[in-house]
């Protein structure tokens, strides 16, 4: 779901109260880092043959951070800041040789490996407590090639980064609807944004990928090379490999009609925004985030902590055409706010600021159908809640994603026509069960037709739910990719898929 405007609401009123537990934090960071550095930081090590900062320094120079150093603070820094874990090391390679090299250390010595792209995995995966941190970010090499709209990327690049890029040229690739998720670790997952119904998932337009496999080796692979390789990474996420590099299908994009578009909310809009979403022309992509209105200064006074259904939508095609698409979400009722307009494509994506410490109880599911019953099933819930913000978030599918066979790509949802998610923010950990159960309960109600979930959208929720986003066969495929490619499940601080399910 878009958390970042989840938090954007939440910043308003909690920044305050936010500031001082992160001052605690931040003594008791000092004092962690003063004691790991006084042991001579031995990295913790499966096997007898663990490895020392000096080691790796004279190894990977100035592309360590280790506790102590000036950087380490920011190093380890992901977007959900709850996730306040200290590695043993970050580093940061140069190339695909040094990541292999990384990879192959981390699997001789027995350490535990997070691999970080944007760093925005909501389970907290790209950081680790006294693990090593292999962190992609300085790679963000971009090789456009217009005649042949494709693109080479290196997978420390963000979304937001890549699609201003190759908008220069008129052209994009879907990635999801903020701007400072990783590019990596969106694709591995799928990719789910605002380009789904005109163009399919990310990984619908992937080419090919350069991967480094657990036992250092850096692989090309697409159809042809690897292929079932590369069938699990589409959708599999980063449980086969570090991606480096990713070739991406381009599309010729010179505008959009897009932007926020904010309807008073009850059952009776919440039913016709996504009628009027499934029945649009396949150009227009539309995520409804519905919600009690926080005081954002673009909306009327009147409407603070009213229902409100805050769209975003992009119509990827000519102006005229927008505008027409749009007139049946305009009817429903007289928009509280319309910034939607003609813009270039990478105007969608508004910068966010990371999230603080906030905690959040989120749900993920995918329905095919929204309607009285379960609009009515949203207002209730949100109703319920007592966080100071509490979302339901509702993005229409179908369209050229659906055309892609289900068993083409490890992502297996094709036949979904709306994902959902619901999720309350607040900031008292101790509040977390309360919210759990709200959110289980307003999830279980949602819920239509088999279980399933989008892995990117998991949090830490164990085991039965990774296994629900890789429904019937595709589970049995990515174990058997996953024993030919990583035995020994080095890459498993991930939404993992175990070589032997069963121990
Ligand atoms: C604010 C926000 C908005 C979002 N919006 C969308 C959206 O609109 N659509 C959508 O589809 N998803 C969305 N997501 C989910 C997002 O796709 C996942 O959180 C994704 O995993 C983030 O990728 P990252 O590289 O930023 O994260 P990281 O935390 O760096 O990585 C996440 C996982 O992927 C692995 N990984 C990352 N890069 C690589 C790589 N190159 N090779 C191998 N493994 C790798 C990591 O090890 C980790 O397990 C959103 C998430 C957030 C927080």
Redesign the pocket.
């Known amino acids: ?4 405007r989840l938090s954007e609401a939440g910043r308003l009123s909690e920044a305050g109260r936010l500031s001082e537990a992160g001052r605690l934090s931040e003594v008791a960071g000092r004092v962690a880092s003063a004691r790991q550095a006084l042991k001579g930081a031995l990295l913790p090590s499966t096997s007898t043959r663990s490895i020392s900062i000096p080691e790796l320094r004279d190894r990977f120079g100035g592309r360590v951070t280790a506790p102590g150093d000036a950087g380490y603070d920011q190093a380890r820094k ?3 800041g709850k996730w306040d874990r200290r590695p043993a090391a970050i580093v940061r390679p140069g190339s695909a040789a040094e990541v292999a090299e990384v990879v192959a250390l981390a699997a001789d010595r027995g350490l535990e490996l ?10 907290g ?2 950081t680790s407590d006294g693990g090593l941190v292999l962190d ?1 970010s300085a790679l963000t090499a971009l090789e456009v090639d217009p005649p042949a709209r494709t693109a080479w990327a290196q ?1 420390g690049l ?1 979304a937001g980064a890549y699609t201003t890029a190759v908008g220069r040229h008129g052209l994009a690739t879907g ?4 701007a ?7 694709t ?6 605002f380009l789904v119904r005109t163009h399919g998932l ?1 990984i619908d337009n992937l080419l090919a990928a350069e991967l480094v496999t657990a036992d250092g080796h850096i692989l090309e692979i697409d159809d042809h090379h690897h292929p079932e390789l590369f069938w699990a990474i589409r959708g599999g ?2 449980n086969f ?4 590099r990713l070739r991406y299908r381009l599309h010729e994009l010179p505008g959009i009609v897009g932007g926020t578009l904010v309807l008073p909310a009850d059952a009776g809009v919440i039913e016709g925004f996504m009628a009027a979403a499934a029945a649009a022309p396949e150009e227009l992509s539309a ?1 409804a985030n519905v919600m009690v209105a926080p005081p954002m200064p673009f909306l009327p006074a009147a409407a603070h902590g009213q229902l409100i259904l805050m769209a975003l939508v992009a119509y990827a095609g000519e102006a005229a055409a927008g505008e027409r698409a749009l007139a049946p979400f305009r009817a429903l009722a007289e928009p509280l706010a319309d910034r939607v307009q003609p813009m270039p494509y990478a105007g969608l994506f508004e910068p ?1 600021e990371d ?1 603080a410490v906030t905690e959040e109880s989120a749900r993920s599911l995918f329905m095919d159908t929204v309607d009285a019953a379960a609009a009515a099933t949203i207002v209730e819930h949100l109703g319920a809640s007592t966080a100071p913000m509490a979302v339901a978030q509702l993005r229409a599918l179908g369209g050229a994603m659906a055309r892609v066979p289900a068993e083409a790509t490890a992502f297996a949802h094709r036949d979904r026509r709306v994902m959902a998610g619901v999720g309350a923010v607040y900031d008292q950990a101790a509040d977390k069960p309360v919210h759990d159960a709200w959110a289980d309960g307003f999830a279980a109600a949602l819920r239509q037709g088999g279980p399933g979930v ?1 892995v ?2 998991l949090a830490d929720e164990g085991p039965g739910r990774v296994r629900e986003a890789y429904p019937g066969a595709t589970w049995d495929r990515l174990v058997e990719v996953k024993r030919r490619w990583d035995p020994a499940n080095l ?1 498993r ?3 993992n898929i175990p070589p032997d399910p069963a121990v």
């Open positions: 779901m878009r958390r970042a992901v977007f959900y997070a691999v970080r792209g944007g760093g925005h995995s909501l389970a995966h790209s992609l997978a963000t990635f999801g609807d903020t400072s998720v990783g590019i990596g670790g969106l591995l997952g799928g990719g789910v944004g990310t996420g980063g490999g570090v991606a480096t995520i966010v999230m989008y990117n959208f890459f601080h991930n939404q």
